[in-house]
């Protein structure tokens, strides 16, 4: 951290010299350099609104060029970061432009300080980012392969916040001078309430841990894992803790077993498991496997599941075939043929399965899902089984719980029905 503060201190101090000597090139090229630091995590969005709103008052040449580069780089990232900054500087600007265009009383001098096309062009390009038209050009593919690699090394961890660009050019500056900006800009009256917002967080923190415990997470990797999906404002929060735990070794394993054993502890299924785990199939192959050998594990254990617990793990499976995040193949593990296999429960949890699959896809959805299956010689006896399960009562009206449309649920199995059994025969696997 302190490295990077020597070094932004340096950069501001070199971008004023090559200011007053007016050379746009090395400006601009420092001016990239800053955008990118801010891109990658170095610094915070606060220090780009400030140099943003000193080039603002001034709107020289230069100014314009420079507050251009910038939008151009990272203005939509400013945009995202910090939505009510952006908001007051897309204000601001046109202001200080009209204030430009009309000379103060008793002079005769009315020409502009920066000719018309380029402050028209910086004008529109705020008004594109206002608008959240300006395509960033900071989401390239390299740069995006760049950001996750930065995100896993915990970039975060040695940011620079609350930093001005005065505090940058003084001179004076004495001791770990990079960590005055948050203290600053606390006043007492926020005092209290930073405090209240620490000691719910530890609360919170140790809620997490007594639950880890009843759920029986018994190693610090669990625990951690548990405390993620458990705490995540979205599937999407709680995939990106869990990419920067970086566990060792075959502990990643544990992401999958542990996210499957909250799932089935709902009383009532939540599809943010099944979101999550897809997210996980998707970024690492690793993950797919692992939980293909923790849903073969729980197969053999669905005869002395309790049924909330077997309807939920019907119901995320099902929903990770149906996004595709698993392939059908999945139930190779279970003979479909075998009767002293398929006992009530295990009928029940597959009835569930395929009940979900039928009534929330389409038939073109259905098609795919069955015709990956359709080919390959290594899944004839999965084929054979599940045509010979399909004819099993599916539409039994007791699978919904509820007599309510069950004459439509029923009509609508029996179509799905219909497509996989052509999907099944589709050994040319044309998919739809």
Known sequence: MDFGAKFLASLAVSFEEEYKKGDGLSLRNITLLLAYLYTFGL???????????????RLEELDVSTILTILQCCGIGLRRDDPAAMKDFVVGVPQQVQKLKTPPAGTQDGKPKVSGKRMEFMLETICEIKNNKKRPKEESTPHTRLKKWLQKLRVEEVQLRGI????????????QWWHSGDIETIG???TAEIADVIDAEVAEAQKMLHLAAAQRMNTEARRAIFCIIMSGEDYLDAFEKILRLNLPGKQDREIVRVLVDCCLQEKVFNKYYSLLAAKLCHHDKNHKFTLQYCLWDHFKQLDSMEMRRLANLARFLADLIGSFSLSLAVLKAVDFTDSSVLTSKVMMHFRILFETLFTQHSDNDIWNIFTRIASPPELENLRNGLELFIHQPLTKNDLTGTQIGATETTSLIINKIKVVKKALANVSGVLL
């Open 43 to 57: 610094c915070s969005s606060d220090l780009i609104y400030d140099l943003l709103t000193r080039l603002s008052q």
């Open 164 to 175: 001005k660009w005065d505090k940058l050019l003084d001179p004076n500056k004495k001791g």
């Open 188 to 190: 007492k009256d926020s």
